[in-house]
């Protein structure tokens, strides 16, 4: 059975930095495409960022430039390195299993963290 577990969450400052990570177990992490979603106060859970098997990215508008999604097979591990937070960034970030390989529809869900950017 799947698990993903997300940490790092916190209050940041505007302009601050975080870094999250998910801890992957039950599947063959290398396998899959992961992702990054976000759900802020009020709003549609959205597309934060993927990353495919084989380390290609894709990220949305709101934060291309800014963050950066990242895993490390060896240690079955997903990252979300955010700089340059905006109050705007305000969420509870879940970690994501893809279906597959590649971008696609997601499949495994995390617990969530909060990140808060507030001064």
């Known amino acids: 059975q799947v698990k993903l577990v997300e940490s790092g969450g916190g209050l940041v400052q505007p302009g601050g930095s975080l870094r999250l990570s998910c801890a992957v177990s039950g599947i063959t992490f290398s396998d899959y495409a992961m992702s990054w979603y976000r759900q802020g106060p009020g709003k549609q859970r959205e597309l934060v960022a993927i990353i495919t098997r084989g380390g290609s990215s894709n990220y949305a508008d709101s934060v291309k430039g800014r963050f950066t999604i990242s895993r490390d097979n060896a240690k079955n591990t997903l990252y979300l390195q955010m700089n340059s937070l905006k109050p705007e960034d305000t969420a509870v970030y879940y970690c994501?299993?893809?279906?597959?390989?590649?971008?696609?529809?997601?499949?495994?869900w995390g617990q969530g963290t909060q990140v808060t950017v507030s001064s």
């Open positions: 994501v299993q893809n279906q597959g390989p590649l971008i696609g529809p997601p499949g495994s």
